[in-house]
């Protein structure tokens, strides 16, 4: 039985096709690969019942996946995340069918995990023996872990002021790990220098090499089986390298291809932090390319993107779906975090919360209707980043009664 139906790789520039099985950067024009299947044969070989009766991780999906062997998988169990009502802020926000798929609780805690599962097991059934990585934090975790369960060497650099939880996980990994004094472009300048130097390993920068997005687009296919494979509306995502989107635009269309969907897209919104917006600056031109942003900076660390090597891709996926792509400022997400907790329970990612920020200015603006069935992607789990909520609460005597409330 085959594993994968990987067939080759694309440019997404120009359309060469180059080898899938030997290990691959970029494409000669220097932009990002593309995995391609042999549709065909998946439609003939698995249907969405055989997949309900799989387990429940986003291995599920293995036939448009790129690892030709089983054996070759590395898995910490992630994938398959809760579709969520969130009842308490659609109503306030006036979206009642608002949903969140909680890439919380996924492995490492944020989204990155899909990614690294993917990007890892392929790297390690083509040979590779270490790997290196720029990061903002969560992807530098993430690629850590799972390198150090396949047994591969990993070299991660991200910028000093990345959350600390995400550099304790890689140091408790065994990663080799550094603090830059920069943003994550600096770093990823001294990770390209140091692999350059070092036989048998792979640089896995975002869209650097061709299979974290395998992993990413899973989320796509995912939220079209969860709602009885079909689309919502609208799906709203943090956009700092873009390669969530880029996943889930390119989950719909092959899905679209195996005959899965029908013609239905949902319109794909790209969300940015005010602070570091270059694709928000970039669609309202009506440009295919964003320009560096300059004096990057948010509470939403993970999306410190100046300028994404697949800036071209979000900006497609979001013009031929109808989206939009949109900044909300740092206090707009961080009361939406808030808000969230306090009328839903759910405890975000201020990546994630960005989005539900996004959510009020998009229905007050009227671009989102009271209709629509919107579904927010929340990318991490709120407690990796404690520092976004101060603790104000009363010191009392070991004592002293607790006060009644009041009437």
């Known amino acids: 039985m085959t594993f994968s139906f990987l067939s080759h790789l694309d440019c997404s520039r120009t359309g060469e096709r180059l080898d899938a099985d030997v290990v691959q950067g970029t494409s000669p024009a220097g932009a990002p690969l593309l995995a391609r299947y042999d549709l065909d044969r998946v439609r003939e070989t698995v249907t969405p019942r055989d997949i309900a009766a799989r387990e429940p991780n986003l291995w599920r999906y ?32 006036g979206v009642p069918r608002l949903l969140m798929k ?37 992807a530098g975790a993430a690629w850590a872990l799972y390198a150090a369960r396949a047994g591969l060497k990993n070299l991660i650099a991200m910028p000093a002021d990345a959350p600390v939880i995400t550099m304790k ?15 994550i472009g600096d770093a990823g300048k001294l ?40 689309v919502p509306d609208v799906i709203l995502y943090p956009t700092g390298g873009g ?64 300028k994404a090597l697949g800036d071209f891709l979000v900006l497609d996926a979001v013009y031929t779906t109808e989206g939009t ?7 707009e997400l961080l009361a939406a975090q808030r808000r969230l907790a306090e009328l ?30 919107v579904v927010v992607l929340n990318t991490g789990a709120g407690i990796k980043y404690p520092e976004t909520v101060e603790v104000d609460a009363p010191l009392l005597a070991k004592d002293e009664a607790i006060p009644k409330p009041a009437v």
Request: a negative charge; charged letters at 25%; hydrophobic letters at 40%.
């Open 243 to 306: 390669v969530g989107i880029i996943g889930i635009f390119k989950a719909i269309r092959e899905l679209q291809e195996l005959g899965w969907l029908d013609g239905k897209l949902p319109r794909l919104v790209a969300v940015q932090a005010a602070g570091c917006a270059p694709i928000v600056e970039a669609f309202e031109r009506g440009a295919r390319e964003s320009e560096p942003f300059p004096d990057a900076r948010t509470v939403a660390f993970g999306i410190t993107v100046p």
């Open 169 to 183: 996980e890689c140091q408790a990994s065994g990663a080799e790990l550094y603090r830059v004094d920069g943003l």
């Open 344 to 373: 839903d329970g759910a405890f975000v990612c201020p990546e994630g919360a960005a989005c539900f920020a996004a959510v009020d200015r998009l229905r007050e603006s009227g671009r989102l209707g009271e209709a629509d069935e």
């Open 325 to 331: 792509a949109i900044a909300v400022t740092d206090d």
């Open 191 to 230: 990770v390209a220098a140091a692999v350059a130097g070092r036989d048998g390993y792979q640089e896995v920068s975002t869209l650097k090499e061709p299979y974290r997005i395998e992993g990413k687009k899973t989320m796509g296919y995912e939220i079209a089986e969860q709602l009885g494979w079909r």
């Open 62 to 93: 293995h036939e448009v996946l790129p690892v030709r062997s089983p054996g070759h998988v590395v898995t910490l169990g992630e994938g398959m995340t809760p579709l969520l009502p969130m009842p308490g802020y659609g109503r306030r926000a």
């Open 102 to 138: 909680d890439e919380g609780l996924v492995p490492t805690g944020s989204f990155k995990a899909r990614g690294a599962a993917v990007g890892v097991s392929r790297a390690a059934e083509l040979g590779v023996r270490g790997i290196a990585m720029p990061t903002n934090g969560n």
